[in-house]
């Protein structure tokens, strides 16, 4: 009944209340400028007001559903957010979306918030720290595909956490540990028969809603 396909859901009682949220990135988004063909192809960044990642009408949606309380979100892109190095779709392509997004997170106090992306056909994980994003947390993203092909190049990311990167064949597996004094985020990635492949424990708190001074 509306443009696009994006969602919302909180899930779990007070005080372990899991937000999950489900972006839209292709159905708004401003035509993607790229030089070369076939392998040689790269898609360059745009700037500026004409570049949209989401549309006017998604990200005030984002804006209202990210005010909604919640003890832990888990937002879904379809690319991803964090990675720079590689030539493919990402946000990098638009970097004032991408800091429009980010900003979006430290404006509402999302509280502790991790990204899930694919589309890369590898497996990684990728950290921006606190001190670059203004976050009160750092702010992680766990990339999984895919369940029936796999293989991609690499492109080394400045931004991968060391151990997390996978050619093989993959699926992502998310665990939250709702402890009262140590609740945790865990992401992990196997291979197509199960077997772990990498496996990274995030620590959160209740608490961090707001930036450091």
């Known amino acids: ?13 007070e005080g372990k209340r899991l937000q999950l949220i489900l972006l839209d990135t292709r159905y708004f988004r401003s035509p993607l400028v790229k ?16 570049a949209t990642m989401l549309g006017a009408a998604q990200w005030a949606w984002l804006e209202e ?19 720079t190095a590689h030539r493919f779709e990402k946000w990098a392509n638009m970097p004032d979306e991408k800091e429009r997004f980010i900003r979006l997170l430290r404006e509402t106090k999302s509280g502790p918030t991790v990204l899930l992306s694919g589309d890369r056909h590898l497996a990684e994980v990728c950290r921006i720290s606190k001190a670059e994003s203004g976050l009160p947390y750092d702010l992680y993203e766990m990339t999984t595909s ?6 991609a190049q690499d492109h080394p990311s400045p931004y991968r956490v060391n151990g997390t990167y996978s ?16 609740p945790s985020v865990t ?9 772990k492949l990498s496996c990274t424990k995030i620590p959160f708190s209740k608490n961090q809603l707001e930036a450091p001074e």
């Open 1 to 13: 009944k509306s443009e696009g396909i994006y969602h919302s859901k909180i899930l779990g009682p």
């Open 35 to 50: 030089t070369g063909k076939g392998r040689n192809k790269k898609y360059i960044p745009q700037l500026g007001e004409s």
């Open 65 to 83: 559903v990210l005010k909604k309380p919640a003890e832990l979100r888990l937002i879904v892109s379809s690319i991803q957010l964090i990675a």
């Open 146 to 151: 895919g369940m029936s092909h796999a293989g």
């Open 167 to 182: 050619r093989e064949r993959n699926f992502g597996v998310i665990e939250i540990d709702w402890s009262p004094t140590h």
């Open 187 to 195: 992401l992990r990635v196997n291979n197509d028969k199960g077997e």
